[in-house]
C-alpha cells in the first residue's frame, strides 16, 4: 500500500476519532491507581490537559488534603513560605 490512497486516509481519519476524550470540568473519567516504589506509595496519572490548564511543571511541588467525610483528594500547588 502507498500513502495516499483512500484506504490509507480512511485509516487516520478512524485512528484520529478514536483518540482520548479531553478533560473537561464536571465530567467523569476514569483513572488507575498504580503502584509505585515496591508497594509502598501509589501513583495517579492525571490528564495532560489539566496539568496545561494549571500551568504545573514536571517536579513541581503541590499539595493533598484528604477529605475522609466526602472520600476525596484535593490537590493544590504548594505556596511555599
Given at each position: 500500500?502507498?500513502?495516499?490512497?483512500?484506504?490509507?486516509?480512511?485509516?487516520l481519519?478512524?485512528?484520529?476519532?478514536?483518540?482520548?476524550?479531553?478533560?473537561?470540568?464536571?465530567?467523569k473519567?476514569?483513572?488507575?491507581?498504580?503502584?509505585?516504589?515496591?508497594?509502598?506509595?501509589?501513583?495517579?496519572?492525571?490528564?495532560v490537559?489539566i496539568i496545561?490548564k494549571?500551568?504545573?511543571?514536571?517536579?513541581?511541588?503541590?499539595t493533598?488534603?484528604v477529605?475522609l467525610?466526602?472520600?476525596?483528594?484535593?490537590?493544590?500547588?504548594w505556596?511555599?513560605?
Open positions: 500500500m502507498s500513502l495516499g490512497t483512500r484506504q490509507d486516509t480512511s485509516f481519519e478512524y485512528n484520529s476519532r478514536m483518540a482520548r476524550p479531553k478533560a473537561t470540568s464536571g465530567k473519567q476514569v483513572r488507575k491507581l498504580t503502584k509505585v516504589g515496591g508497594g509502598a506509595s501509589y501513583s495517579l496519572a492525571l490528564p490537559e496545561r494549571f500551568k504545573w511543571k514536571e517536579k513541581q511541588k503541590l493533598v488534603t477529605d467525610k466526602n472520600k476525596k483528594l484535593i490537590i493544590r500547588d505556596k511555599g513560605k
